[in-house]
């Protein structure tokens, strides 16, 4: 059984970070510029500030994500990057950004993404977010797409990643999850009436 959940231990912490680090470092070969190759983690400062998500398989994990809203601090550099430094205050107050989404290859297609995104849409709406924004490469556009979320631009270039599609949730937008046929219309649904 995998369990789902905001990871808050030091301990559990760490797991996500080496975790980050075999993923997008050993699997993938990316050059992260917050490696640290001595201890084999991946610990970014948006960490500090942000709600770090783990899927957790016996206790090892096999998936996180990771959501940091505009109000709790700096986007470092997200901000201009995507375009929120150019909104209005009161909307930028509003907006969360979503990275570092990454599953266990050996499951991925399966539902752990699914419900790491949903458990982070659950905590944004209870901490009054509006828009999430996360980019996205090409064949992961569908899946933010079945979710609810629009392409703002395909041609956004990540200083670290290159070339990718930058997407925008609107939360409470119910029209358009129902029309996608979100898995978020629940939650939004239970959220609307209490």
């Keep these: 059984m995998i369990e789902v959940r905001e990871v808050t231990s030091e301990t559990e912490r760490e797991a996500v970070f080496r975790f980050r680090y075999r993923i997008y470092v050993q699997d993938q070969g ?6 640290d190759h001595e201890r084999r983690t991946l610990r970014e400062p948006l960490d500090e500030r942000g709600w770090v998500l783990g899927a957790f398989q016996d206790g090892r994990v096999v998936g996180t994500l990771r959501t940091n ?19 209005p ?8 950004i979503t990275t570092k989404l990454m599953v266990e ?5 399966g539902l752990v993404a699914l419900r790491l995104a949903k458990l982070t849409y659950a905590m944004a709406l209870e901490r009054d ?17 079945k ?20 997407m925008c949730l609107s939360l409470r937008d119910i029209d358009h999850l129902v029309q996608v ?11 609307i009436t209490q």
């Design 69 to 87: 809203p505009r109000r709790d601090g700096s986007l470092d550099g997200y901000e201009s990057l995507y375009g929120i430094d150019r909104l």
């Design 89 to 96: 205050t009161e909307v930028q107050e509003q907006v969360a």
């Design 30 to 35: 990316r050059q992260e510029p917050y490696a």
């Design 147 to 166: 979710l609810g979320h629009r392409v703002l631009r395909r041609d956004l270039e990540h200083p670290a990643y290159g070339r990718a599609n930058l």
């Design 129 to 145: 977010v509006s828009w999430n924004y996360v980019d996205a490469r090409d064949e992961t556009v569908p899946l933010f797409e």
């Design 105 to 109: 290859p050996n499951i991925r297609g």
């Design 181 to 191: 046929q979100s898995p978020f219309v629940s939650l939004l649904q239970l959220q």
